[in-house]
């Protein structure tokens, strides 16, 4: 009887993963003593992966990446076992397969690429998204549709579909990312972005929470379990500026103690920057109702009901999970923390990041005018 192929889902194979770097999960095959790696598109920290489930856990987006697991794992096992009927099956085989199946178009070549590239999760969502974008224009499918006169239909397509020149900007920067990789591994030679340039345009002004409307959130009476653990993660970013992909990996037993004092010290998921956060203390009150332990909810999910809380609350703005962190921003500035030293608090790489929060604050300003208006009536 031959050998049947073993399939299983592993994490951080080529042992490159530390406690602050994250690993890559495979599909892993062993057939006729060969192995097969097959990338599913998701990295982990150690502590983010249970060894005996084989899934991530401790994430707030841990549903969807166990769901990607899954996906790529079914495919895996339905070409096992479709080539097994067949007459037989070769990971040499199953090689040539994946490899047609890439060539098949340039969408199919982009979706291979997101899954193979080890790119973050907030990445992979984002590229993704775009893809999703570029296939319902429909008008550059295959290698041979990559030209001058394409490109320029698609900008065009984009204008008529978003008002926001940056979301254009960011569709046609992912777009140039897989058709320089392309180039890149000889598929083609010719980049239509050669002649054409795309406005970055302005970023919409940050928004944030007013002391006020931070109070009325932490003070309403939310009944409904699921709503209430939503109100708290979102004061928990308002109170320490974590971005999501951050709050996700947010881990208590990594707080060091000092001078009575909780202090965090981490690097950001999307910069890879240090940060050094200490816990105020309405957050460690958040942290001592959950026994330390944050309640975890995919983004998907936390973005959907915190706008629910905000309806029940009344606060009339349309909150995001990034709106928290620009609250603890704003808040910092108008409390006289040093723009220098907020970059060090919110991982910045450049201080210039950090300096665009100083621009949308009027309360300091206007404190100030009423010191000297005090000085000049004195």
Known sequence: MAELPKVAVVFDYRGRSTPTKPGSIHIRIYHNKELYYIPVGVSVLPREWNKSTCQVENRL?????NERIAIVLRDAQDYINTSIKRGGFSI????????????KSFLDYIAARIADRGLRPNTVKNHTSSLSVLTEFGRIVNFSDLSYEKIIEYDAWLHERYTSQVSIHTHHKILKVYINDAIRGGIITDNPYSRFSVSRGKSEKRRYLTDDEVTRLRDA??????FDQVRDLFLFQCYTGLAYADLCRFDFKDAVSRNGKYVILDRRVKTGEDYYLVLLDPAV???KKYKWKLPTLTNQQYNLRIKVVADMVGL???LTSHMARHTF??????????IETLAKMM????VKTTQQYAKIINSTVEA???SLNASFKG
Not at 61 to 65: I, Q, T, V
Not at 92 to 103: G, I, Q
Not at 329 to 338: R, T
């Open 61 to 65: 987006d841990m549903l969807e990446l």
């Open 329 to 338: 921003a704003v808040f910092a500035i108008n409390h006289g923390v040093p």
């Open 285 to 287: 009150e958040i942290l």
């Open 347 to 350: 991982g910045h790489t450049d």
């Open 221 to 226: 009476v939310i009944k409904r379990k699921t």
């Open 92 to 103: 040499a085989a199953m090689r040539v397969h994946k490899k047609h199946s890439e060539d």
């Open 368 to 370: 100030a005018y009423d």
């Open 316 to 318: 009339g703005k349309n």
